[in-house]
Structure formats: C-alpha cells, structure tokens
C-alpha cells in the first residue's frame, strides 16, 4: 500500500460569487521511503496540493488516503492527530520561538503527542533529534545566537521529534545562501536514505534535482512525474 494515494482530487475556492478552481483533478501516489519533489510556477497549485497533502487543508472533491486511512473528508480532529503523530514540516521561515532554546523549539510539539513520556524523555529525545542535524553543542543557543543554516537544522529536527513516516519541506532553503542550502538538502538525502519519506515544493530546479522523482505541475494538474518507480 502507498503511503499516499489521490484519487481525483479537486481544490475550489469560492470568493463571493466567483469559483476559483485551483486543482483540477489530480490522481497520484506516493510510496513509502520516496523523496519527491513538488514544482511549477505561481499558481500551479503545488502550494495548495501541498496544504491538502500535509492535511492542512481539505480537497473540495475527490479521495485521499493517507496512511492507509481516508483524510480527506475526516474530521478536523482527526486531521490533527494525523498531522501530530506522522507528519513533520519544515518551512521556507524556520517558525522557531525567539526566547526559547533550540532544544525547547524542538520538543514543542511532543507537548500535543508525547502521552506517557516524561519530561526527562522528551528531552532525551530531543537531544537525539538535534545529534541527528548536527546541533549537539547547540542545544540550549537561541535562534537568535544561530545562523540561518543552524535554525533549518533546529527546525528540521523539530519535525523529526515525532519520528513521522515524512517530512514535508516547503522551500526549505529560500532563505538560505548557496552553501547552506547544499548543507540542507544533504540532510533531506540523509534522512531519506535512513526510510523517511520527503516531500518537498520548490521553484529551484536545483533543487528539484536533489530528489528521486520530480512531480510537475501547471494550471492545477500534473503534467509530469506522475510515475512512481514501484510502477515503471
């Protein structure tokens, strides 16, 4: 089973009297341990599949299963879980508190998921997650008291802190320089290389060439990608 299946998927948003169809159909899966790599201009739709993909969002039309579970049309809370529990994000802005500790940033999220862990096991955990990025003696540095490369780092161990099957990256390195943004995208090849799936939106084809499988879109479908290697 794919970790993630679309089924005619449409996206439509309704401004006033005006319909605003954004996604136009799209029919895709994603298997497990893919590293995979959304494009197209403004408004081709990929940031807006990427929103429904990350359960973020829900589609107007269509099925997605997720998981082996269908999200699409599930509650808002159980969107929440599915979010919590098995996905992590990382953003173009590293959405880090200013006054907290990379290692506090880190476990934040095990404050909505963690159930039986202590205190002392989160932040166990969370030391392991920022070892990972290779921000071991950096654990208790401020974002501030952090460079940009660092502060990806701190955030894509934030998204690690659940041990999620994917990582989703929305322009993870738009706000990095050119040698940070290798450091970065290394990571993603390393942690896809340990079985996590990455999926990641990008206007860089540079970028996009980092991945296995580069999916293209344009007017709200995919025009290209739509091969999985598990079909060739």
């Known amino acids: 089973m794919a970790l993630i299946e679309l089924h005619n998927i449409g996206k439509t948003y309704f401004i006033?009297?005006?319909?605003?169809?954004?996604?136009?159909?799209?029919?895709m899966k994603i298997e497990r341990g893919e590293y995979v790599a959304l494009m197209g201009a403004s408004g081709s739709g990929k940031s807006t599949l990427m929103n429904i993909l990350g359960c973020l969002d829900r589609p107007t039309s269509g099925d997605y299963l997720f998981d082996g579970d269908e999200v699409g049309r599930a509650s808002g809370d159980f969107r929440a879980k599915v979010r919590n529990r098995k996905i992590g994000f990382v953003f173009q802005n590293f959405n880090l508190?200013?006054?907290?500790?990379?290692l506090d940033n880190v476990i934040m999220p095990l404050n909505y998921t963690a159930g039986g862990l202590s205190t002392s096991e989160?932040?166990?955990?969370?030391?392991?997650a920022l070892k990972q990025v290779g921000l071991s003696e950096r654990i208790h540095h401020h974002p501030s008291q952090l460079s940009g490369g660092q502060q990806q780092r701190v955030a894509i161990a934030r998204a690690l802190i659940n041990r999620p099957p994917v990582i989703f990256a929305d322009e993870p390195t738009g706000n990095l320089d050119t040698k940070t943004s290798v450091d970065v995208m290394n990571m993603f090849t390393e942690l896809n290389n340990e079985g996590i799936t990455v999926i990641l939106v990008t206007h860089s084809q540079e970028i996009a060439e980092c991945s296995k499988r580069i999916i293209r879109m344009s007017d709200g479908l995919i025009v290209s990608g739509n091969e999985t290697e598990a079909s060739k």
Not at 97 to 102: E, G, Q
């Open 97 to 102: 508190l200013p006054r907290t500790s990379a």
């Open 16 to 27: 006033g009297e005006i319909n605003v169809p954004v996604l136009k159909g799209i029919t």
């Open 122 to 128: 989160c932040r166990k955990r969370g030391i392991e």
